[in-house]
Nanobody, 120 residues
């Protein structure tokens, strides 16, 4: 399974960005997808996740500003980021928990990361 993330960039505080992450491969079904971020000197932290059933979970720091959504037919997850703050600056990573259709084993995959920079 490969995850291809896109949509990062440079934006002024108060602006918006939309991240996308598409999963590709064979013999898998997606259990959940999500976004994590890592700022310099910090540990990677959860931003938002969504399950195949549609449940969502957000970090307190982004609630009300970020929205995670999925397009199941395309195995794609989006992160709409509004009212961005300088403290949102980080490398954002897409993640997917997938189930092998044959063995039913579950695996976690990570995308390559996309830089989001919010200027003050």
């Amino acid at each position: 399974v490969q995850l291809q993330a896109s949509g990062g960039g440079l934006v002024q505080a108060g602006g918006s960005l939309r991240l996308s992450c598409a999963a590709s491969g064979s013999r898998f079904s997606i259990v959940a997808m999500g976004w994590y971020r890592q700022a310099p000197g910090n540990q990677r932290e959860l931003v938002a996740t969504t399950t195949s059933g549609g449940s969502t979970n957000y970090a307190d720091s982004v609630k009300g500003r970020f929205t995670i959504s999925r397009e199941n037919a395309k195995d794609t997850v989006y992160l709409q980021m509004n009212s961005l703050k300088p403290e949102d600056t980080a490398v954002y990573y897409c993640s997917a928990l997938v189930e092998d259709s044959t063995t039913r084993a579950e695996y976690v995959y990570w995308g390559q990361g996309t830089q989001v920079t919010v200027s003050s």
